[in-house]
Structures are given as C-alpha cells and as structure tokens.
C-alpha cells in the first residue's frame, strides 16, 4: 500500500498556527500540478479546512512527506516540524475512513468534513492528480461515511460549527431570540449560520459581496435574511450585538483600525469561524468586546455512545478490508492476463485439433475463454482468496496436469 499523508489539525496546532497552512481553492489549484510534476508523483490531494491542511500522496518513496507539504504551502520545514502528523499505508486509509464520518472532527460527528472530502477529491480528479489507489481510498471513505451517518446514530444531534456557536452564544446571552445578528459572507459555513440563528429566532443580516464569485453567481440566502452591502460592513457593527463572519477569504473582513470608531459602545460578541481568521485578533483590546474563533467554541465530544463507536468502526473495518481485495486483484492482475490469455490460446489449440477448418471461429473464442477465465479469478467466493502468486502457481499446476 502506497498511500501517505502528512498535515497539522487542531489538536496539537491552535488556530493562530494552522492559518499559515490553509490554503484556498485557487491555491490548490496551482500547486497540485506542480506538486504531480515536480516530485513525480503518481497521485497528491489537499484536504484544507477550518480544523486540518493534509496533503495525501502516492508514490513519494524518494521524498519526505515533510518536503512536500512545505513546496504546497511555501514554508520553511524547521519552523513547524513538531506539529507535523505522518500516516502511512493501513494507518492512513483507517484514518481517512474515520475522517470522513467526522469520528476525527473537533465537532464529534459532524457533517461537513464529509461534503470537504469530496470536494478535495472532486479537485483532484479534475487536475488530473488522482490516481487508482486514492481514488479507491477516498471513494470507500466516502461509502463508510454514508453507511455510517445512515445506518447508526453517533451524536443526538447533527454538530457544526454553528451549533456549537449557537451553544456558546446561548451561556453567553441566554435566549436570543430578537438579538439582531450580522454575518459576513456568503459561503456554506455563512448559510449554515445563517440558518442556525434565524432558528434561535435572531433578527440574521448578511453582507456579501455582490460580484459573482470564480464558480457563477452565489447561492440563495436563507429565507427571513435581510441584506447589507459589504462594503457598509463597518458603519453597520455597532448596531449588531453578535456578529460572526466566515468566509473563504485569505485577507481580514474585521480590522481594529477600521472597526474602532464603532465600536466599544454596547456589548458585543464577534465570533471568528474561518480559517485563516477573518476578524483581527487586535479586537480584544477594546472594551467590552468578545472575540472568539473556531478553537474557542465547545468540542461537543460528550456526545457519542461507546456502542454507536464501535458500530461505526466495525462498518468503517469492512470498507477498509473492500479496498484490500481491490489491491490484492490490482497487483494479481497482470499474471491474470498472462494466464487467461494462456488458457485462451490452449483452448484454440484444442479446438482446432477436434475441428480443423473452422479458424475463422477463433478470435470469438478466444476472447470468450479470455474473459471467462478472468470473470473466475476476480469473482472467487468470500474466504476463498489466494495471494495472486499462490493463485497463477495452483492454476498453472492445474492445466499441466491435464
């Protein structure tokens, strides 16, 4: 197995270090090529969210995973070495699998890293940096997810973000309905807020910017929305007791200096939920300010069930042995073609000796035998599978004895 991954999440880095490593779309887009090109090699993905950048490889034995990461994100290694964590072969694919069902979320169980896996994929695929064994990997990730989230219950609740934020606005106001609340952007994690809010029945405004983003216009908002200009952001703040911001942005939505003027004269929360920031950490200088970011609201890990855990890891344990007998079929498949074309050509020989003057049959019957025998190979029963090896060895010895 040839898969690696190396990456920072929020368990050991905090937020503050983890920005340096996100990266956006467009980003992505330029350094995956590079990345296939440069170091040669036969697959490379970027995972990068609020709580995790991870860049999964194959086919880099001539480069440390460590190297690759900072070519992506244009760091030096020493920097941020002890941060790094390295998963390699069996490790990595019982990692991912657990990944996409949200069992390695700072949300326990959350939904959302499921739709970011598939997008990471999706992005590959399209740069032409997806090869057979992630794209295997990665497709029975997502299958576990879904079976997962389908057939077991791991949270009594569907956690986000925004739920969480709910949560930590609720100990911090108690109810908020009639709260007039601001939200800066347009994104999914800005609807999901959005949403969230609107169903605590807060008065919900979002600014957006109004020219159309790289992918076409931006989606609806939320039903009971009213809208502000991005550009009248700052003016707005002081009229908003809560005010959250989550954009896809690299640059700050919320800066000190030009947010200053307007504020300090209620009490406000302002809550961050992008990574890299979006809201200037120089806000906790004023008074009476709340700044929080993503590493500040509750984990949610009190949730699961040991028992809903461990039904999920046992659904997760059959998609990883799935991918393991695709393997053993990829490696066997050479020598299954050598022999399925060997038995093939016996059988013309065999046919022609009982019914000379029919040649013109043999292309048919070639490529029936051909695919019969490898239809018998790749389909042997649960619990009757051979190392390929063993396989072509005990058939050979088979059709020599005949």
Known sequence: MNIKMIGV???????????????TKARQREILPALRDTFRLQ???????????????????????????????????????????????????????ELACGMRSQLYGEDQILGQIKEAA???????????????????????????????????????????????????YGPLRG???????????????????????????????SHPGEHGPAPALPLGVSTLAYEDRYPALSRFPIVCSATASPHLTIRWEQARPYLGKTFQTFVDLAVPRDIDPALHQCP????????????????????????????LQDCEREFFRWETCRSGTPIVETLSASIAEDACRRFCAYQPGQEDLLPAIREAVRKAVCKG????????????????AHLLKQEKNR
Not at 9 to 23: G, I, M
Not at 290 to 305: Q, R, V
Not at 377 to 389: D, H, M, N, T, V
């Open 9 to 23: 999440d929020y368990e050991n880095t905090p937020v503050e270090q983890r920005e340096a490593f996100s990266l």
């Open 43 to 97: 697959g490379c993905l970027l995972l990068s969210t609020c709580n995790r950048t991870e860049l999964w490889v194959c086919g880099a034995e001539k480069h440390s995973p460590a190297d690759l990461l900072a070519f992506a994100v244009g760091s030096s290694r020493p920097v941020w070495q002890a941060a790094l964590r390295e998963r390699t072969g069996r490790r990595a694919l019982s990692y991912l699998m």
């Open 122 to 172: 999706v992005l590959s695929r399209e740069l032409n940096c997806m090869n057979a064994e992630l794209e295997t990997a990665f497709r029975l990730a997502v299958t576990g997810a879904k079976r997962v989230k389908t057939q077991i219950r791991l949270c009594p609740t569907r956690p986000s973000a925004a739920t969480a934020a709910i949560e930590k606005l609720r100990q911090t």
């Open 179 to 209: 709260i007039p609340c601001l939200i800066l952007g347009g994104g999914t994690m800005a609807r999901l807020t959005a949403k969230a809010l609107l169903a605590e029945g807060c008065a919900v405004t979002m600014a957006r910017r």
């Open 288 to 315: 009476g300010i709340l700044l929080w970011d993503i590493d500040d609201l509750p984990s949610g890990k009190e949730h699961p069930s040991p028992r809903s855990i461990q039904a999920a890891k046992q659904i």
């Open 377 to 392: 190979l790749y389909s042997l029963p649960a619990g009757r599978e051979l190392p390929p090896q063993r396989l072509a």
